[in-house]
């Protein structure tokens, strides 16, 4: 997602981008089974973004799923992407 759109978005991608994310301290590699069970995760998700245009069929993120996938997250952590504004 840092890439912004246009980057690839498929499984193995995504699960390769997990292993040099610093937000996620590994103590170790991912043997090959993790790699596998993380990248088969990753494809269920890519096929529901594919449904929802935040991805295209390339596997390549749209500027959709730039937008709204960081913010997405953040809100699933609890956190808030954009900062609030006060008036």
Known sequence: ???G????ASGEALADAVSHCPEVPLEADLDIG???????AFSI?????LALG????DERL???????LPR???RAW???FDPQTTE
């Open 45 to 49: 998700a890519v096929l529901a973004w």
């Open 78 to 80: 609890g956190g808030e």
């Open 54 to 57: 935040l991805i295209d069929r």
């Open 1 to 3: 997602m840092r890439e």
């Open 5 to 8: 759109a246009g980057c690839e």
């Open 72 to 74: 997405a997250l953040a």
């Open 34 to 40: 993790e790699e596998l069970h993380l990248e088969a």
């Open 62 to 68: 749209t500027p959709l799923g730039a937008w709204a």
